[in-house]
């Protein structure tokens, strides 16, 4: 078994959570299975950047993203180097410390 610590997100996960996840997993399944509900407008098929996670521990470990995922990634808001979408980033032989980042694009565009 292999844990993911979600760290705080004032809606999603106000105190954080630590989660058990099985080798395979993706980082969104693992959330929605226990109530953290991240975005997923494109029904998980690497289409959209609603399921934007940063992963602060282990990113490492993950499989390297596909061109696909880097360039929808680029439009994500609040980009950062250790940044993935959550379904297509599968949980490996390590723990993950995932930040959900405070805003998806349409929050972002909505606010701004
Ligand atoms: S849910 Fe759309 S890319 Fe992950």
């Known amino acids: 078994m292999t844990q993911i610590i979600f760290l705080p997100h004032e809606e999603l996960c106000p105190d954080g959570a630590v989660l058990e996840a099985n080798k395979g997993d993706s980082v969104l399944d693992v959330a929605l ?12 098929s690497c289409a959209c950047t609603t399921c934007h996670i940063i992963v602060r521990e282990g990113f490492d470990s993950l499989a390297e993203s596909d061109e696909l995922e ?5 439009k994500a808001w609040g980009l950062e180097p250790e940044s993935r979408l959550g379904c297509q ?3 490996n032989d390590q723990d993950l410390v995932v930040e959900i980042p405070k805003y998806t694009l349409n929050h972002a565009s909505e606010d701004h």
């Open 33 to 44: 299975k226990n109530g953290i509900g991240i975005e997923h407008a494109c029904e998980k």
């Open 70 to 74: 880097d360039d929808l990634l680029d």
């Open 89 to 91: 980033a599968f949980v």
